[in-house]
Nanobody, 113 residues
Framework: QLQLVESGGGLMEPGGSLKLSCAAS????????IGWFRQAPGKGREEISC????????KYADSVEGRFTISRDNAKNTVYLQMDSLNTEDTGVYYC??????RGQGTQVTVSS
């Protein structure tokens, strides 16, 4: 059974950092493209970052470019999203996903002073 489980969300002040993790089970993460998207209150889904397959290139939405970094640890079958210089617009539920296949349950990120 393909499963993704996110963790690492929480409450952070503007300017702070958080690192999200997405642990995969039931399949080998390195064989798929994987990405993160977020859902903010009252807003649509925003795809914010991905690692493409098979070239493993990375992409970022303009809103997070230069502040967020996606990475993968194949030994742990886990993908990460390092989020720096957080601002209130980054508040939302963050999901990792295998496009067209599955997604996790999400982890809440709240940026507030």
């Amino acid at each position: 059974q393909l499963q993704l489980v996110e963790s690492g969300g929480g409450l952070m002040e503007p300017g702070g950092s958080l690192k999200l993790s997405c642990a995969a089970s039931g399949f080998t993460l390195d064989n798929y493209a994987i990405g993160w998207f977020r859902q903010a209150p009252g807003k649509g889904r925003e795809e914010i970052s991905c690692i493409n397959y098979p070239d493993r290139t990375t992409k970022y939405a303009d809103s997070v470019e230069g502040r967020f970094t996606i990475s993968r640890d194949n030994a742990k079958n886990t993908v990460y999203l390092q989020m720096d210089s957080l601002n209130t617009e980054d508040t939302g539920v963050y999901y990792c996903m295998i496009p067209g296949i599955t997604r996790g349950q999400g982890t809440q990120v709240t940026v507030s002073s």
